[in-house]
Structure formats: C-alpha cells, structure tokens
C-alpha cells in the first residue's frame, strides 16, 4: 500500500467506502457481516487504514456495523475513521449534537478522525449555515471529539465555491471525481479551487458507481484494445485518479472480496505521474467518445433552476445522459424512480419555455425532458 498525507495524517491511497457491503434477503439493512468483515480483515491487513461510513449508509446500518466490527478486532486507534453530518435531517440547531451523539453510539467510539457535512447542496447548506454549523464544528474539534472538519457536496461548482469562500477553516471537502465528470458538480474546476485553498480533496465515485470498471460500448472498447498498454478498466480509471499529485486519497465502494483484491493490487503500483502522456491521452479520446453519444452536454451549471413548476431539470437530464452514455437503462431508471419524487418528475413540465432562455449549452429542454420522461419512468402497472 502506498499512503499520502491527507489534513496531514498519513493516509493510505485507497480508502475502503462503508456503502456497498455485499447484503442478505437484498435488504440494504441486512450487512452480510461475515462477508464484510472478511473484506475489511483484508483491506486492512494489505495496509488500507481509512473507513468511510455515514448516517443513511445501508439503512443506517453501515455506522453500526463498523463499530461493531472495529470494537471486535480492537481497531479504533489503528483506523482514520470518517463519518458524516447529514445535514438535509438538521431542522434546528439542537440537531447537530443530537446526530453526532448517535453517531458517536453506533460507532462506539468518542471521536471522529474525519467529520463531513454530508452531501451538501445549495438548501441544506444554507439552513446548516444559518443555523450556525461552524461554531458548532469548532467547539466539537476544540472537545476533540472531531478531529479534522470537511464536507461532501452534490450541486454545481457555483455553490461549491460558495460553501469553501465562507469558511477559512475548511480542512478537506469530497468530491465526485473521474476521468469522466470533469464538468459534473464541483468537477475538475472544484478540483483545482480547493486545491488553490489549500482545501484536501478526497475523491468519492472514482468509478462512477462501477460504470467505469464495466464493459463500455463498442466504440469505447475498441479504443482501449487498440492502446498497446493493457489494463483492466477499474484499473486505469483508478490510476488516472492516483497519477495526480493534488488527490491523497480516493474511497471505493466495494462489494465484493475480489473488488477489494483488484483495488489494492492497483493501489500498490500507483504512483504520482506514473500514466504516460499517451495514456493520459488515451483517457481524452476515450471521455469524448462517451459525449459523442450524447445529443445533448448539460454541465449540471442548474442556471435554467428553480423550474416554477418543480421540475428537477438538471438532475433529469442527468440521469437521461447517464443512459445514453454508458448503455446503463437499468440504473438510470433506478436513479430516475428512486431520487426525483414525483412531483418533479419530468412530466411536471409545463413548457413554459423559461428555463430554456437561461440555458447558456442552448439545450432542448422540454423535448429532452419529454424524451427522459419516456425512457426512464418506471413501467406502469
Ligand atoms: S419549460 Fe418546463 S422545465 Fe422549463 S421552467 Fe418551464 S415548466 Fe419548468
Ligand atoms: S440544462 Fe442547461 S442550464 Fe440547466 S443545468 Fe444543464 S447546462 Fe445548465
């Protein structure tokens, strides 16, 4: 295992994500604990020393199942532990020490080496601010009950600017970052504000969910078995993440032992600027053949939002460009059902026209958001 300094704690290259155990009865809350504990014994005896858990992870399982199990090999000293804030739950500010106090219950322990506000986006983040969060951090970190203070984020590079220019304090945010979502959220602009900051980035979907380690579409793949360096695509994407110097750590999800396996063998080789200029070249041929078969580049920028009528118009097209890129209807529709309530849903649309003055890609907006409507609702009964 290679390690990296990460706030400045030495932190191994690969941390283990607490959200995708293998499960039981296909029950989210059912850990398959054997299972899992067998992936962590390996992880951690291969040199991984970084655990990522949080609140809503498997039900709200994950936190429990990591307390146990480190409590069980009596790990707690030996593991940065993360977990996270979940600030779309934080009503008043009672809140904070109410989620964190359980927190601290679940994962049977008195402090936490790496503390995120969860998933922060332009709403939670302005109710959590208002409410007074940075006091609230500072007094946790002065009881050394936290140890290092950052946040996660999913919304556009625009509030995630925003989020890091109110607080000089900011120790690291989590990105979602890949060779893929150079312009997703934060994106490789984020990226670079952070690092200019002096703000840590650890990187979260290195993999986008497994999309990137999986057979791509047969253009994509010609253009991998063409380069006369062969690599499994987990791999590559990984070491893409690895080459840079700006990214201490990178978190996968892993759900199988073989996952674990494969992650760490990468792990060991990594290095920075290990990729060469072709290869780096490579990943840009690759990327732009995935938007080649989009009709449409929606940078997430979410200008044309709010929608008067509720419409999630950025998320929507999202998903739907998630389709079109990776040949993936099944998770799609899954994202399309699972995360847009039904009330801005697609077919919400009124055609108002208004989002479509402020789109500066000049996007179809209606007719794409019909056509998403389409293809990614759940068959009806
Ligand atoms: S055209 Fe549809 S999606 Fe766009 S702002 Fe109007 S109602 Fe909302
Ligand atoms: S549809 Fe246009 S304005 Fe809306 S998020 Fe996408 S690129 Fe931005």
Redesign the pocket.
């Known amino acids: 295992m290679q390690y990296r300094k990460l706030c400045g704690e030495k932190v191994s290259i690969l941390g283990f994500g607490t959200m995708r155990f293998p499960i039981l009865d296909k029950n989210q809350k059912f850990i398959d604990a054997e299972k899992a504990e067998e992936m962590l014994d390996y992880a951690i005896e291969n040199g991984v020393n970084y655990l990522d858990t949080a609140q809503p992870y498997h039900g709200g399982e994950s936190e429990n199942f990591v307390g146990r199990y480190l409590k069980k090999r009596n790990l707690r000293d030996k593991i940065f532990l993360a977990t996270k804030l979940p600030a779309w739950l934080i009503k008043e500010e009672a809140d904070f020490d109410k989620y964190f106090n359980e927190q601290l219950k679940k994962l049977q322990t008195n402090y936490i080496d790496f503390y995120l506000l969860h998933a922060l986006n332009a709403r939670s983040w302005k109710t959590i601010n208002n409410l007074g969060v940075f006091n609230w951090c500072e007094k946790k970190k002065a009881e050394g009950k936290i140890k290092h203070i950052g946040f996660s984020f999913h919304d556009s590079y625009k509030v995630f600017k925003e989020i890091v220019d109110a607080y000089d304090k900011w120790e690291f945010c989590q990105i979602q970052y890949n060779y893929m979502d150079l312009t997703f959220q934060a994106g490789e602009k984020g990226f670079k504000y952070a690092v200019k900051n002096n703000i840590d980035v650890i990187v979260m979907e290195p993999l986008r969910g497994g999309q990137l380690a999986k057979e791509p579409p047969k253009e994509i793949e010609e253009l991998w078995q063409n380069f006369p360096l062969k690599r499994s695509y987990a791999d590559g994407a990984l070491r893409w993440l690895w080459n840079k110097k700006d990214v201490p750590i990178l978190l996968s999800g892993m759900t199988l032992m073989q996952h674990v396996k494969e992650n760490i063998e990468s792990a060991k080789k990594a290095e920075v600027g290990i990729l060469s200029e072709k290869e780096i070249k490579l990943f840009k041929e690759v990327r732009k053949a995935y938007i080649k078969r989009l009709p449409f580049m929606c940078t997430t920028c979410k200008y044309?939002e709010p929608?008067?009528?509720g419409?999630a118009?950025s998320s929507i097209l999202g998903f739907y460009m998630m389709y079109r890129m990776y040949d993936d209807l099944e998770r799609s529709k899954s994202f399309y059902n699972g995360f847009i309530k039904e009330q801005n849903q697609a077919d919400k649309?009124?055609?108002?026209?208004?989002?479509?003055l402020k789109c500066p890609q000049q996007i179809e907006?209606?007719k794409w958001?019909k056509e998403s409507h389409k293809v990614l609702k759940k068959d009806q009964k």
Do not use: D, K, S
């Open positions: 044309c929608c008067p009528q419409v118009i649309c009124t055609e108002c026209g208004e989002c479509m907006i209606i958001l």
